[in-house]
């Protein structure tokens, strides 16, 4: 009898001690902030949390509307780390604030596209028509060399290229002379009525109920160097909970959610 109950007592014991180790490790998962844009990027980031949880990452993510504050909020301590821009638009934070901010890993690419509610092909575009674009130096840049391609004017020699963003100023050749109109990238969605067409990013494209496989008249090449990323503050770069964060982003589940929900708006870069 005795052996019994010092038996019973001893496994009481041990399923107490394992119970506590057992909420112990799940109450010390690590919080992360990390900073988005709200429409796609939370989507896939609300998949990204799931998948983070198990490897003991407890991901809080707080959206943004527009593409100045997340680095503003990474670089001041508010978040942990951040994903919504490309590393062309992180170089030029960088270059122009002085943040120390680094790339982790990179997450998609969503190719620039050009829309219109007024016509149905780039050859439509009549001479002087209004052409929206971007108005931050990364995505202007992006918008204008969209434009280049598709034969709509042509930029002055090594504008554009290694670095050097081209601005309107840079435009040698505008045979349509076409007015480029540089608007805040969140606003481009809502000037396609009052311009002939608008260079949008995709994000703001599928917020604004825009199908980028169909509705662009023209859309930039998948291989261009514009993939987004995740960012952390350079101090942070080499901590524990950043290789389990870019390792959750780039699992298979995420992979098969960014294929299936947006259907090649977004192309994954991992």
Known sequence: MRHRTLFKLLSSIAATVAFAIGSGAHAQNQVIKVGTI???????????????????????????????????????????????????????QVKQRGYKIVSVGLTYISPIGLYSKKLKSVKDLPQGAKVAIPNDPSNENRALLLLQAQGLLKLKAGAGTNGNNATTLDVADNPKKLKLLELDAAQLPRSLGDVDAAVINTNYALSAGLQPTKDAIAREDVHSPYANLIAVRTQDKGKPWVKKLVTAYHSQEVRNFINTQFKGAMVPSF
């Open 38 to 92: 709200a429409g796609p990027d939370e989507q896939t980031w609300a998949v990204v949390q799931k998948v983070a949880k198990r490897e003991g990452l407890d991901v809080k993510v707080i959206t943004f509307n527009d593409y100045v504050q997340p680095n503003a909020a990474l670089d001041a301590g508010d978040l942990d780390a951040n994903s919504f821009q490309h590393e062309p638009y992180l170089d030029g």
